[in-house]
């Protein structure tokens, strides 16, 4: 396994349009987190999973997005009528559990013109 | 409110100038302290968890110390390729939380 992997790594979209991104976590972590980051900004919690289930989602994940994880493998995330204030960098991360380190794929940096 | 505020914003160096980056921190009940580091346009790279006061991890370049409200990353004679954002975060209940980050440059 060479780590957690993300698809695409760039999306350019016009405003109103709906995107789908994807994220293959390590096989053996069962956990798997949604960021999202800014320029010149630390990476901001979305959501998480444990395995297939939803467990936590921040106040920054509007009704626009939507997140899941079938059979607990890989996760998407998509953004519905995406507007200029959602270009950013997406960061998927998976891991092995509570207190231990996430591994970060390469992100998926999205473009709404 | 669990929070994390990383200091300075920027720091310039010239090789071989050794310095310190500063991440003081509140949280309801440390889970650990993590330290990234994140090169442009890529997802952070894991460098170091501390769990508690005292602890201190090294790897090359690079030493990681942890007290009751802050986490010190000292670099020792960085080299240009040292140059990123290194970002802290705590583990805050079930997920991490960062802070901005510091931008090192360091250059010949």
């Known amino acids: 396994d060479t780590g957690v992997s993300q698809d695409p790594r760039h999306k350019i979209t016009k405003r109103g349009q709906n995107v789908t991104f994807r994220c293959d976590p390590i096989?053996?972590?069962?956990?798997l987190y949604w960021y999202r980051q800014t320029l010149g900004q630390g990476p901001e919690f979305l959501t998480y999973f444990q395995n297939e289930a939803q467990l936590e989602k921040s106040r920054l994940l509007s009704d626009r997005f939507s997140a899941e994880r079938p059979k607990g493998s890989f996760s998407t995330l998509e953004i519905q009528r995406t507007e200029q204030g959602d270009s950013a960098m997406y960061l998927c991360?998976?891991?092995?559990?509570?207190?231990?380190?996430?591994?970060f794929g390469s992100g998926t940096r999205l473009t709404v013109v | 409110e669990d929070q994390v505020t990383q200091s300075p914003e920027a720091l310039r160096l010239q090789e071989g100038e050794s310095s310190s980056l500063n991440c003081s921190y509140t949280?309801?009940?440390?889970?650990?302290l993590f330290w990234y580091r994140q090169d442009p346009g890529k997802g952070p790279e894991f460098l170091f968890t501390?769990?508690?006061a005292g602890e201190e991890k090294e790897k090359e370049r690079l030493k990681a110390t942890l007290t009751k409200k802050e986490s010190f990353l000292h670099i020792t004679a960085p080299k240009p390729e040292d140059s990123a954002t290194y970002l802290c975060a705590v583990q805050a209940a079930d997920k991490l939380i960062f802070g901005t980050g510091t931008r090192l440059q360091v250059f010949p």
């Open positions: 949280v309801s009940g440390l889970r650990g």
């Open positions: 096989s053996e972590h069962n956990r």
């Open positions: 991360a998976s891991s092995a559990g509570l207190g231990y380190g996430y591994t």
């Open positions: 501390l769990y508690s």
